[in-house]
């Protein structure tokens, strides 16, 4: 009943975002009919609500992508995106690996809706191309993730580990393959909608594509080593790399300001509110921990288990900590062992559904910045998603 209950919010959720209401609205009416289903006494609401309102994760990542937004608009007002695609392209000579690479880096900063630190970036790539916005979409989301399968600054290849009770290393080398089918089923599917309809590279050298490489290349890296190396706070890092950049790029105060109150800052700021409280009131629900115990109940195979239950809770949640968090203990139970290439498996399955899931915020700032919708661009990710979990099936069976 309860999985009834929930598939029924999110059918409602998703015919409302088919049909282009604001996100941040359409959560908070999917919260609601959370609360109502599930009969949600109204103080847990209340607390639930207040929580997610008051908690410094919520204002980091609100405060987070306002600041990539006015970083975004100093760097091109600087011209400093402009020179970077055009320094990357006279270095790689190719668009594909550009889009590709940019995306990438990007991956390497463990931070909620980073696809929209890298949009800008690989649309001004892209615009000597013929990649369409569902491409570029594509491009900016799958690449941005190429990574979460097996690098430790992600949260979820670190509680693989601890629930497991094995080394972190051994996690790594399990999931390492997953990263890289993920690599190579992203080039098969942007690769080939991907032709150049010609730019001026110029002839500047290595040394000249450097120096244009670096205006817009050294903000992206002082935020990558203050939070992967230096451990700083992302939001602090973007703030002060956004206020830099307007001091150097000598940007108008008054031009800050016009960014800051813009309708599109608004709609982010009310995106991550709407979604965040979607995913809080889920969870205070109790709906998606009623899933592994049906699945197991009803004696459902073990590969089965390890294939739908994180691919669900992947889905309905779009956290990978939530996925390795619920499902699991319970796949170590069943087993009665760790089975690394199991987990692995299963790892692959429960990324696909936070990929697929439209409460992702990359997706959600993706599909924003380019003005796509979610099930165009649910085709190709759907299609690259197959080549990972292919990977994690071969790595179970062998």
Known sequence: MDALKLALVFIVVLVLVARRFNLGAVMLVGSALLAVVFVMPPELVARTVGGTLTTWTTWQLTIALIAIVVLEHALREWGALRKLSAG???????????????????????????????????????????????????????????????????????????????????????????????????????FPQVHPLGRDRGARGVAGHLQDLAPGLVPILAVLIAVVFL?????????????????????????????????????IATMVLGVLVFKDVLAASGAVTTIPALLQGAGVPLLAVA????????????????????????LLAISGQVDLKLLAFAY??????????????????????????????LGPVAIATLGVLAMGLAIVLT
């Open 348 to 377: 692959a399955a429960g990324f696909a559904g936070v990929m697929l899931s439209p409460l992702h915020l990359c997706m959600v700032f993706t599909r924003e910045y380019f003005e796509t919708e979610y099930v165009p661009m």
């Open 88 to 190: 990357l392209l006279g270095l790689v000579r190719d668009e594909r690996v550009a889009m590709a690479a940019l995306p990438a880096l990007i991956g390497f900063l463990p931070s909620a809706g980073g696809a929209r630190f890298s949009a800008p970036l690989v649309d001004e790539v892209a615009a000597s191309t013929s990649a369409t916005p569902t491409v570029r979409s594509f491009a900016n989301y799958w690449f941005r993730h190429v990574w979460n399968y097996s690098i430790p600054v992600y949260a979820g290849v670190v509680l693989v580990s601890a629930v497991a009770a094995v080394p972190l290393s051994s996690v790594i080398r399990a999931n390492l393959p997953l990263t890289v089918a993920a690599l190579v089923a992203g080039v098969i599917v942007a």
């Open 307 to 330: 294939f739908v239950v994180p691919l669900v809770v992947g889905f309905v949640t779009a956290l990978e900590t939530a996925f390795v968090g619920l499902t699991f203990p319970l």
């Open 231 to 267: 451990h700083a706070d992302v939001a602090l890092a973007l703030v002060v790399a956004a206020a830099g950049v307007v001091v150097l790029a000598h940007i108008p105060f008054g031009d800050v300001v016009r960014v800051l109150r813009s309708p599109a800052t608004t709609r």
